[in-house]
């Protein structure tokens, strides 16, 4: 993958595999999550390496949007009561308002963090090059 991600050629190889004759595999469920989480790293630095907002902002504004819509029902709740439609009550005490409002914090902080990451790429990251050449001709 990375040699793919930097432009080169990637072709795939017939190999052929013996059967095991002693012993027993040490492929186990360890060593899986270790490869799955390598292969996690890999995508995540060759697809946004050099656009962190995009790995992020997502989760943030999923957050802010669960969040208001958290708060635009507990408005139109508040208005309900304040105008009798609903019984006395108070949405003070509601476990949706500590997690809206959480919910709302939590994704700016997120975004925010997202374009931190695009000023740092951008200042100090994007002066390596992003492609290889593969010849140079006499100009």
């Known amino acids: 993958m990375l040699a793919h991600a930097r432009g080169f050629k990637v072709t795939e190889v017939a190999v052929h595999h013996r ?4 012993g027993v595999s040490k492929y186990g469920v360890r060593r899986f999550l270790r490869g799955l989480l390598d292969l996690l790293t890999v995508t995540f630095l060759t697809s946004f390496r050099r656009r962190p907002l995009h790995a992020i902002g997502g989760a943030g504004l999923l957050l802010l949007a669960i969040g208001t819509l958290g708060l ?3 408005a139109a709740v508040w208005l309900l009561i304040r ?8 949405i003070g005490n509601r476990p949706l308002l500590a997690y809206s409002v959480a919910s709302v914090l939590l994704g700016g902080q997120i975004l925010s963090l997202g374009l931190l990451a695009e000023l740092i790429v951008a200042f100090t990251g ?3 090059e992003t492609y290889s050449v593969r010849e140079r001709t006499s100009h």
């Open 19 to 22: 059967p095991r004759q002693f």
């Open 126 to 128: 994007r002066s390596e």
């Open 83 to 90: 105008s009798g439609a609903l019984p006395v009550g108070s």
């Open 72 to 74: 635009t029902y507990l």
